[in-house]
């Protein structure tokens, strides 16, 4: 019998079991963590665009550049 058969004959009675909507309670546990990931992802793009504006430099012509010798 192939790996996959098995799988799938162990995880039937799981799937046909019916579930008691009183047993699940740990919706509010997930959504705090994917509020606080949002949160996150927001809070580190503020800072690399708050980061990227304090960059200046000024882009020098490919014969200005240090190491390279005019013919």
Request: charged share 25%; proline share 7%.
């Amino acid at each position: 019998m192939s790996t996959v058969a098995s799988v799938a004959l162990l995880a039937l009675p799981a799937l046909a079991e019916k579930k008691n909507p009183e047993d699940v309670n740990a919706l509010w546990y997930w959504a705090a963590i994917f509020v606080f990931l949002v949160i996150a992802v927001v809070v580190l793009y503020l800072s690399l665009r708050k980061q990227l504006k304090r960059v200046d430099f000024e882009e020098k012509a490919p014969d200005e550049r240090p190491g390279q010798e005019r013919p």
